[in-house]
T-cell receptor
Framework: QQQVKQSPQSLIVQKGGISIINCAYE??????FPWYQQFPGKGPALLIA?????SEKKEGRFTISFNKSAKQFSLHIMDSQPGDSATYFC???????????????FGKGTTLSVSS | DVKVTQSSRYLVKRTGEKVFLECVQD?????MFWYRQDPGLGLRLIYF???????EKGDIPEGYSVSREKKERFSLILESASTNQTSMYLC????????????FGPGTRLTVL
C-alpha cells in the first residue's frame, strides 16, 4: 500500500517524439505527486508536481496527467530533446507515524534516452 | 539558490568501520532526509528529521543512525559498515513540513570493502 509503481524501467525516444512514463499507487492518503529528474552525477531535482484536486498540470513541454479514480499519474514530455535524457522518478507524499513529518516515497525510476 | 552539500563525493571504507556522512543545507530548512539509491531500486528513505534533535525512521533504517544537533546539519552514521551498504547516499532538505519540494545534494558514493 505504500508503494509507487513506475513503468517502463527504460525508454528510448526519437528526437521530437513524445515520452510517456507512468506511475500507479494504492494509498489514497497520498496528497502530493511530484516528478524528479536526475542527470548522471547529480542529485534529483524537482521537475513538476501535482495535487490530487487537479487532473492535469503543464509546464512548458512537461505535463502531468492525474487520474484519481484509477490511482495513476503520468509524465508526458512533448518534443523530446537529447537534453531530456536523464532518469525520471515519480513520487508520492505521505505522513509518518508521528504525524509531524511528511516524506516522499519514490518509484524505481525510468531511464530516458532521446536519440538525435 | 538552495544549496545542499555533502561532505564527500566518493568514500571507500572497510567492513566494520564506523562511517559518518555529513550533509549541510544553507536555507534554514526544517526537514532533512537521507536516502540510498541503488540501480533498479530507486530512492529509499533511510531516516528523516523534521526538527533539531527530532528524527523518524524511514523504510530501511537497519544498520544506520542519524544525528541532527543543528538545524543546518544532518549526519548519517553507519555504526559498523558492511558490504551491503555499498551504495549512493543522497541527502535532501525541504522548507517546512507542509511544503514538500525536496532539494537534493550531489550524493556520496560509498564503497565498503
Amino acid at each position: 500500500q505504500q508503494q509507487v509503481k513506475q513503468s517502463p524501467q527504460s525508454l528510448i525516444v526519437q528526437k521530437g517524439g513524445i515520452s510517456i512514463i507512468n506511475c500507479a499507487y494504492e494509498n489514497t492518503a497520498f496528497d502530493y505527486f511530484p516528478w524528479y529528474q536526475q542527470f548522471p552525477g547529480k542529485g534529483p531535482a524537482l521537475l513538476i508536481a501535482i495535487r490530487p484536486d487537479v487532473s492535469e498540470k503543464k509546464e512548458g513541454r512537461f505535463t502531468i496527467s492525474f487520474n484519481k479514480s484509477a490511482k495513476q499519474f503520468s509524465l508526458h514530455i512533448m518534443d523530446s530533446q537529447p537534453g531530456d535524457s536523464a532518469t525520471y522518478f515519480c513520487a508520492a507524499s505521505r505522513r509518518y507515524i508521528s504525524q509531524a513529518g511528511t516524506a516522499l516515497i519514490f518509484g524505481k525510476g525510468t531511464t530516458l534516452s532521446v536519440s538525435s | 539558490d538552495v544549496k545542499v552539500t555533502q561532505s564527500s563525493r566518493y568514500l571507500v571504507k572497510r567492513t566494520g568501520e564506523k562511517v559518518f556522512l555529513e550533509c549541510v543545507q544553507d536555507m534554514d530548512h526544517e526537514n532533512m532526509f537521507w536516502y540510498r539509491q541503488d540501480p533498479g531500486l530507486g530512492l529509499r528513505l533511510i531516516y528523516f528529521s523534521y526538527d533539531v534533535k527530532m528524527k523518524e525512521k524511514g523504510d530501511i533504517p537497519e544498520g544506520y543512525s542519524v544525528s541532527r544537533e543543528k538545524k543546518e546539519r544532518f549526519s548519517l552514521i553507519l555504526e559498523s559498515a558492511s558490504t551491503n551498504q555499498t551504495s549512493m547516499y543522497l541527502c535532501a532538505s525541504s522548507f517546512r513540513p507542509s511544503y514538500n519540494e525536496q532539494f537534493f545534494g550531489p550524493g556520496t558514493r560509498l564503497t565498503v570493502l
